[in-house]
């Protein structure tokens, strides 16, 4: 599993993708966070934190999370190396996960930069140090479970076709409804006190939540039973091509 881990993580870091992932996604939230004015924008809200990096990641991740997932398993499929890799002595919970955490991997690669916000914000506050780091790192530990989520989604998207592109389509509108669509269906108030429940099985409810701070043991087993719900789909699918 190990040297599969590492294999994949080589060839995100030696191929543009990773590095166009990481690039964008700190060139954005670096431009919405001290550039452009914007109620994100440190400066414009006047605020020491860092809530506009969590509220400008979760839509970078609906769209470069998917892209970054969209080749684990269908280029192994248009390669023609799916059945080479089912053969070797990995079960294929090994190689799910090999992949999953490669991912995820790269994703906290491109998080870590954002830590020199802390600092700058930091020694911004007024006095100096007037900033909630408990706060703050339970917003990041809602940022990875998000990534996470998003991750196991794409995974299982790129696992049921052999086209990348087709496996992005699928992943990218599936990571939307799943985070906006209950919230979505909350927002007409036509389900009475069963509305409020639809607006839980949502992703937006549990992550706003956490990504003020507030580390909720529900909110933790909400993200992780979605990872093992897709990452399980995921593996029913390689299962069901040795029948």
Known sequence: MLSLYLKEIKSYLSSALGYIFIGVFLVVTGLFIWVFPNINNVFFSGLADLQGLFNISKFLFLF???AITMRTFAEERRQGTMELLLTKPLSDTQIILAKFLSCLTLLIISLLPTLFYILSVYNLGNPIGNIDMGSTWGSYLGLVLLGSTFIAIGI??????????IAFILAAPLCFILYFGFDFIYSF????SFGYFVKTIGIDHHYTAISRGVIDSRDIIY???????????IRIVLVSRKW
Request: charged residues 5%; hydrophobic residues 60%; glycine residues 10%.
């Open 64 to 66: 470069l999370v998917p």
């Open 156 to 165: 299982f998207a790129s696992g049921i076709t052999s086209n990348q592109i």
């Open 189 to 192: 108030d036509a389900l009475g």
């Open 223 to 233: 993200f992780l039973s979605i990872i093992f719900i897709f990452l399980f789909g």
